[in-house]
């Protein structure tokens, strides 16, 4: 299990912050950024504890047994998007409790479980190059201890992924654009830009969750070394030593800020984290001061 009863209910008192795309009438009672008069029938939804029965379809549930809550036009539930990096360089460091992905495939599940607990559609997906495993869309809290085996037998990180081949497929298949969370270490040769422009341009609202282990931020290393790329192989002697190192850590630095520059001029979110930082801190202290939790 991914969480104990006391955080399941932390998460719970939580909900995604939506600023630009539609979110209904929901559990959580978010409101539609579109007003209007419409009350065109959109879809069904299954009922969550708290909603309001006047909305339930008394027909269908004669003939079904089961309670579906009909959404209009209008009041269409939020739709969230978590995509997971997959690749091979997330899979570090090599057991220890900072390890890129497993810190991932928590966050997602946080991230998740607190869609789920306010009523709204989730989809999750793995990247890379070998498979892209998705669960959902699904609604309702009912689901959350579906999510979290899922998460938990998800294949370990491997392979290339291409982000911006992978972000632009998804941007073409997904059926509801809404609120997407991407979690990745961003080491993609390719770059991610083209991919982000895919996922705006279909109507995203996207957060870019940076993953780096303290490690990559301030190397504990220090002579002469064979460096070797985890996904591609390529190998690179260097030499490290007190002013190489400060390079590198400015150079790091500097490519984070260009990212954030990049991201905020785009209107997405971004959040830089290092692995070593608690993930209930971040979920429960550090993306509610960014503006993605509330």
Avoid: C
Avoid at 13 to 26: C, E, S, T, W
Avoid at 76 to 84: K, R, T
């Amino acid at each position: 299990m991914l969480f104990d009863e006391s955080t399941l209910r932390k998460l719970e008192q939580l909900a995604l912050v939506a600023d630009k795309v539609r979110a209904g009438v929901m559990k959580g009672d978010r409101r539609s950024s579109k007003r209007g008069t419409s009350i065109e029938f959109a879809d069904y939804r299954n009922y969550v504890r708290g909603d309001d029965l006047r909305r339930l379809d008394w027909n269908v549930y004669a003939r079904l047994e089961k309670p579906f809550i009909k959404l209009l036009e209008e009041e269409e539930d939020l739709s969230v998007h978590i995509l997971v990096d997959g690749s091979l360089s997330m899979n570090w460091p090599l057991n220890d409790e900072t390890n890129k992905f497993d810190y991932a495939v928590r966050l997602a599940g946080a991230l998740g479980h607190v869609a789920l607990a306010a009523g709204d559609q989730l989809t999750i997906s793995l990247l890379n190059s070998t498979e892209n495993r998705a669960w959902g869309p699904y609604r309702g809290q009912q689901n959350s201890l579906r999510l979290f085996n899922f998460l938990e037998e998800a294949a370990e990180a491997t392979g290339i992924t291409e982000l911006n081949l992978s972000l632009s497929n998804y941007a073409l298949r997904s059926r509801r654009p809404g609120l997407l969370f991407v979690i990745t270490d961003l080491m993609s040769p390719a770059g991610y830009q083209d991919g982000l422009s895919a996922l705006q341009s279909r109507g995203y609202e996207v957060g870019v969750i940076h993953l780096l282990s303290p490690d990559e931020i301030d190397p504990p290393l220090d002579g002469d070394f064979k460096l070797i790329d985890a996904e591609t192989g390529v190998e690179s002697e260097v030499t490290l030593d007190a002013t190489t190192l400060r390079e590198y850590r400015e150079r790091v630095l500097g490519w984070q800020a260009e990212v954030a520059e990049y991201l905020g001029g785009r209107g997405a979110h971004y959040v830089p984290v290092i692995t070593d930082q608690p993930w209930d801190q971040l979920v429960l202290q550090t993306l509610r001061q960014r503006g993605v939790l509330r």
